[in-house]
């Protein structure tokens, strides 16, 4: 196992690294902006090394400066949480050529899944259900067109190196496909400096369902169930959990074992999700995969046993999968609730500031995963989330009532400071919702009725 | 010129005196009657004095402070190595040339060369005063702003943090600064 590791991120993230590291006997190590001076995981961790300014692309997203902070710690590998550089093929190799262990897939997978089309392609070849669309990016804007009109309304138009629910657009009809085109071309180009597109059917009340796998560099794979992130916002997830509600288990098995099929035809190393979209059949279509620890992780965690960060260490330091596909056994069900400091009520506009009154649910079976504490200010230079705080029972109503109770104890004040847990409390009682029998669609529906 | 600052933080024995104007005044005279007896024992005179009433502040200030504060490792979390004062900015953070970047800290353009500048040199703004190396990128450190180099803070091929003092610069003319 590692002596000392590194870890590339921010937050919450950055904490429950550490906490995994600490659990493990590593030292750990953090990085941090002058805007995180006073971040948790800047006394939490055993040292800590100021690598930059507050924005991220001179401290987070600064290569050069997280390497030199590697390599004066003398870290042996580098743990990049999730956003800033963990799907960063760049990073993944400079990490290699400096002899430190990025804690993530090697840089040509993340390169190739990170290309949607490509990763389209390849999952396509090794039996995964893809939805009718392009094969490979589209040539231009007319064959995209004819394609749309053959493939039938609605489409959605993708860009190849989006993801993470930036640069798509769905299209309802023919007339209006071509200004879609351009739109979409346009911020792909902007946001990603590569205006490929691809086009694929839209599923318009479908589920999104992913599958964790486990993977480590001598071939071996398994999965660790599904999550249903439904649940979303303008393809920003609100709300996961785990078991995908109502989905029949043999649904899910056979998901489970397409990921994997996927996992060993990419040449996957470490923790990765397989996103799929689930239509009213179950029937079910490969989406993207994310190439890094995810946000959610801890709903599959909650109801495995099993420590996905402890797993990503092992398996980062060479150790063949500890666990068999059979000792993988799913019990009870999870819900984790994100708490960004955001106002539901205005759009959702970030609603950062000082928190004064700080208060954590807690009691049996409650889980929270933040970075804050009273006198803490979350600053608007990075992502809104405060905290994740889960629930766990035998079934799926008692981890809702739990998860009720939980959101209900949890305090967040201070001047301009405003979060969703209210408004997920609004989920929890929505009928739809509680019968599982939502889909992507419920967040916009809930916002409709007010 | 470079400085120390020490912030004396009190506050009044009963909060309520402190809340009337008289409650005030005897807080002022107080802190005033501490600081002039606190002058009274240092054994060099400060450039500077900052008094405060309303929950107390005391700031001193001295040309070219004997050590730096934040000199205790580049490994200790950052609230261990940065004295602050009551607002919460870095202490002096005005009279010290930081470092630009993470990385490997070179006082000269090549080995065996001059060094870019050395104790007493006066620099302008712009003027290139070392050099941080970060993955074979050389990063130019650069004085921000006009004074003399009082003290070399880090040893040439010592690794650095961000914002990590490099040198204690003084003005140029240090007699301009006296205020008490």
């Known amino acids: 196992m590692f002596e000392k590791v590194l870890i590339a991120n921010r937050g919450e993230i950055a904490l429950r690294i550490a906490r995994a590291c600490r659990e493990l006997g590593i030292t750990s190590v953090a990085v941090y902006s002058t805007e995180d001076k006073d971040s948790a995981v800047v006394s939490y961790a055993d040292e800590a090394v100021h690598i930059g300014p507050g924005p991220a692309k001179r401290s987070y997203l600064n290569i050069p400066a997280i390497v030199e902070a590697a390599k004066q710690t003398n870290a042996a590998a580098v743990h990049p949480g999730y956003g800033f550089l963990s799907e960063d093929p760049d990073f993944a190799e400079v990490c290699e050529q400096e002899d430190l262990v990025f804690l993530g897939p090697p840089a040509e997978v993340i390169a190739q899944l990170g290309d949607k089309c490509a990763a389209r392609e390849l999952m396509d070849k090794a039996g995964l259900p893809i939805l009718p669309g392009s094969h490979g990016p589209v040539g231009s804007a007319a064959e995209a067109h004819d394609l749309a009109e053959r493939i039938g309304f609605p489409v959605i138009i993708k860009a190849a190196a989006g993801g993470g629910g930036r640069g798509m657009r769905v299209v309802g009809n023919y007339d209006e496909f071509l200004p879609a085109y351009g739109a979409v071309a346009g911020e792909a180009q902007t946001l990603f400096g590569d205006s490929r597109l691809y086009v694929e059917r839209y599923v318009p009340s479908a589920r999104h369902v992913e599958v964790q796998v486990l993977c480590d560099v001598h071939g071996n794979a398994i999965h660790l169930g599904v999550r249903d992130c439904s649940v979303q916002r303008r393809h920003q997830k609100l709300l996961e959990e785990s078991p995908a509600p109502l989905v029949p288990d043999e649904v899910i098995g056979r998901m489970g074992e397409s990921a994997v099929a996927g996992a060993k035809a990419a040449g996957y190393v470490g923790v990765g999700t397989f996103e799929f979209l689930v239509d009213s059949n179950w029937d079910f279509y490969f989406m993207e995969v994310n190439c890094r620890i995810q946000v959610e992780h801890p709903v599959t965690e909650l109801v495995t046993g099993i420590d996905l960060c402890h797993e990503q260490f092992k398996v980062g330091a060479g150790e063949r999968l500890s666990l068999a596909q059979s000792d993988v056994q799913n019990r009870g069900a999870a819900l984790e609730c994100r708490i960004n400091v955001e106002d539901p009520s205005r759009g959702f506009v970030p609603a950062p500031g000082l928190i004064e009154s700080f208060v954590l649910p807690g009691g049996p079976f409650v889980r929270v995963d933040t970075h804050g504490y009273p006198g803490y200010r979350m600053s608007a230079m990075y992502d809104p989330l405060l905290a994740k705080v889960l629930t766990w029972a035998p079934t799926r109503d008692q981890a809702i009532a739990r998860m009720d109770r939980a959101l209900g104890e949890l305090r967040v004040a201070g001047s301009g400071v405003c979060t969703t847990a209210g408004f997920l409390r609004q989920v929890l009682a929505d009928e739809a919702f509680r019968a599982g029998s939502h889909d992507t669609g419920l967040v916009a529906r809930l916002f409709d009725n007010e | ?180």
């Open chain 2, 1 to 180: 010129m470079s400085h120390d600052t020490h912030a004396v933080n009190g506050r009044q024995p009963t909060t309520e005196a402190a809340e009337t104007a008289d409650g005030r005044l005897a807080e002022l005279a107080e802190v005033q009657r501490h600081t002039v007896e606190l002058l009274s024992r240092l054994d060099r005179q400060p450039s500077n004095v900052r008094v405060q009433a309303g929950d107390i502040t005391l700031d001193i200030t001295w040309d070219a402070a004997p050590a730096a504060p934040t000199a205790e490792g580049p490994l200790a979390p950052p609230t261990a190595t940065t004295e602050t004062t009551e607002t919460g900015e870095p202490a002096a953070a005005a009279d010290y040339l930081t470092s630009p970047g993470v990385g490997t800290f070179y006082h000269a353009p090549e080995p065996g060369a001059e060094p870019f500048v050395s104790v007493g040199t006066v620099v302008q703004p712009g003027q290139q005063v070392g050099i941080i190396e970060a993955m074979k990128l050389m990063i130019p450190v650069e004085a921000d702003r006009a004074g003399r180099i009082a003290e070399v803070l880090k040893p040439n091929g010592e690794p650095v943090e961000f914002a990590e003092p490099l040198f204690a610069l003084e003005a140029e003319d240090t007699g301009e600064t006296e205020e008490t």
